[in-house]
T-cell receptor, first 113, second 114 residues
Framework: QQQVRQSPQSLTVWEGETTILNCSYE??????FPWYRQFPGKSPALLIA?????NKKEDGRFTIFFNKREKKLSLHITDSQPGDSATYFC????????????FGIGTRVLVRP | EAAVTQSPRSKVAVTGGKVTLSCHQT?????MYWYRQDTGHGLRLIHY???????EKGDIPDGYKASRPSQENFSLILELASLSQTAVYFC?????????????FGSGTRLTVL
């Protein structure tokens, strides 16, 4: 049973479009939500993160929107570029449990030029 | 820059054999983790450690053992490798504390069990 769910599993967008990735969770004790990005053949790396105290987090073209009531997050990538083609993982952790992350299955994004 | 080194980069093992995957970090981090990655499952936590000489079970520990002999080193041991353990294994490290949640991953070990 996935504690962190992601959708869609894959999507293709055109260069310049906004990519929207969805994530939801069940466990109300989760309080930290990072997104990791993994390029093909590489290891995952932190992209952007949000905690329960925020509803929105921006970093350049990447924005997390957080609906705490519905336990849903979304990652928006504006002006998508071919270099954004990668797999994006939503994750969650509890501060009380150290840094033990639970990952979703990932969304594979392809940006066509 | 954070550095987590895994060895070997890839390995082919026979069913029933013993496999040891090694991880070394030079980040001076207290936390270390072993994750496996499979298509359709994302990254799943096998074992982790907060301090040397102590390990904890993650979400899928069955069939795996872990060893943390020092702060820098963390090993994953498959005593009796099985076909279902074919996967890519990632080691990661992180610091401790509220603002230190970032996991730094190694480059992975691709394990094939035949």
């Amino acid at each position: 049973q996935q504690q962190v769910r992601q959708s869609p599993q894959s999507l293709t967008v055109w260069e310049g479009e906004t990519t929207i990735l969805n994530c939801s969770y069940e466990d109300s004790t989760f309080d930290y939500f990072p997104w990791y990005r993994q390029f093909p053949g590489k290891s995952p790396a932190l992209l952007i993160a949000i905690s329960l105290v925020s509803n929105k987090k921006e970093d350049g073209r990447f924005t997390i929107f957080f609906n705490k009531r519905e336990k849903k997050l979304s990652l928006h990538i504006t002006d998508s570029q071919p270099g954004d083609s990668a797999t994006y993982f939503c994750a969650a952790s509890r501060n009380s449990a150290g840094n033990k992350l639970t990952f979703g299955i990932g969304t594979r994004v392809l940006v066509r030029p | 820059e954070a550095a987590v080194t895994q060895s070997p980069r890839s390995k082919v093992a026979v069913t029933g054999g013993k496999v040891t995957l090694s991880c070394h970090q030079t980040n001076n981090h207290d936390y270390m983790y072993w994750y496996r990655q499979d298509t359709g499952h994302g990254l799943r936590l096998i074992h982790y450690s907060y301090v040397a000489d102590s390990t904890e079970k993650g979400d899928i520990p069955d069939g795996y053992k872990a060893s943390r002999p020092s702060q820098e080193n963390f090993s994953l041991i498959l005593e009796l490798a099985s076909l279902s353990q074919t996967a890519v294994y990632f080691c990661a490290s992180s610091d401790w504390g509220q603002d230190a949640e970032t996991l730094y991953f190694g480059s992975g070990t691709r394990l094939t069990v035949l």
